[in-house]
């Protein structure tokens, strides 16, 4: 089959290509509770960029270059194409969504739901992934879809949807009507997490980005508030919350000084939800003491959330803004994403 192959990291992303699209050997079926499937579309995420850049190499591959070559992409959906002997409930055509994380079923965080956390191979990250017309999984991850969806309109969900729907699921809890939300970041996952709260909360959403194109996006998904990021934005976030700060800030960035200024626009007792990532947070320990903020982590989410925001697309609450490349294409993908010029999310169709 063909695939987008990494064969060597660049710490500085200025190569002009980074993946090498070339024929490999066909995913097999090993285990009984393995799927291939035929992939329809493959979501290109940033992470994939910081994959290339080896901020996952001391996590995912701390001996230097032992995963590469390797095929990239995380975000996978597509069309039964074959299953193991102890596989049920999945037939050869069925269109899925795969959840990116191939837990064992065993452990004792996937026995509490933590699909996530498991232990398991991350294909895309420490694997093989779907940048490629085929892909290996395994029964527990597949996610059957409604006949409403399509797999190139949604792939993006099976991590940048997912990971936006359970950072806003978690603010949901706490968010009450007559309260605020800021989400740093309208982009590719921004503008899903946007449509979350929307959905599921009714708190007001304050929208904050250095792109008027993002902007435009976030106003179209419900945003209640507009904030250009241009160095004034703590003290208009200060100025729409009558000085106290948001209840919540879901920081879709996480580096250029997004998490210094997250902070500084989260109230008192506030949380602060980290998602994007690239630098380190740095806050004097006093101040978390005085202010009794929450900073949360959020890793991508669980197979059951997964099948909630299939939910919520398949009712029409959220939607995909994407953009399509083929898979040949898939180095001007990853550079357009690079340089800020994906309105929403990009996808790669084999």
Not at 49 to 66: F, K, N, Q, S, Y
Request: charged share 20%; glycine share 12%.
């Amino acid at each position: 089959m063909k695939a987008q192959v990494l064969n060597k990291y660049d710490l500085d992303l200025t190569a002009k290509s980074w993946v090498d699209y070339q024929t490999v050997p066909d995913p097999k079926i090993v285990k009984g509770s393995d799927v291939i499937v035929r992939i329809g579309a493959a979501g290109v995420c940033r992470t994939d960029l910081h994959v290339i850049e080896g901020i996952w190499r001391p996590h995912m591959d701390p001996t230097g270059d032992a995963l590469l070559p390797m095929i990239l992409g995380h975000e996978n959906a597509g069309w039964i194409e074959e299953i193991g002997s102890e596989v049920e409930g999945l037939k050869i055509g069925d269109p899925v969504i795969v959840h990116p994380k191939i837990s064992n079923g065993t452990c004792l965080a996937c026995r509490r739901g933590q699909d996530m956390h498991g232990d398991g191979p991350f294909p895309g990250l420490d694997a093989d992934g779907g940048y490629a017309e085929m892909l290996v999984t395994s029964m527990r991850n597949i996610v059957l879809l409604p006949k409403t969806l399509a797999p190139k309109d949604v792939a993006p969900y099976s991590d940048a949807g997912l990971t936006a729907y359970r950072a806003a699921k978690k603010a949901t809890r706490h968010l009450l009507p007559g309260e605020y939300v800021v989400v740093i970041g309208a982009g590719g996952l921004g503008h899903i997490g946007i449509q979350v709260l929307r959905a599921m909360c009714a708190a007001e959403i304050i929208a904050v980005d250095t792109s008027d194109v993002s902007l435009q996006l976030a106003g179209e998904c419900g945003a209640d508030h507009l904030v250009k990021a241009d160095g004034g934005e703590v003290e208009a976030i200060l100025s729409i919350t009558n000085g106290a700060g948001a209840e919540a800030v879901l920081d879709f960035v996480g580096e250029k000084g997004t998490t210094r200024k997250g902070l500084e626009m989260t109230r008192v007792a506030g949380s602060y939800y980290v998602i994007g990532y690239g630098e380190d947070i740095v806050v004097p320990t006093v101040d978390l003491v005085i202010t009794e903020k929450n900073i949360i982590g959020n890793l991508v989410g669980t197979w059951a959330e997964l099948t909630e925001l299939m939910e919520l697309a398949h009712r029409g609450l959220v939607d995909l803004t994407i953009e399509e490349f083929s898979l040949r294409d898939a180095n001007k993908a990853l550079q357009k994403l690079h340089h800020g010029l994906i309105r929403g999310r990009a996808v790669l169709i084999p």
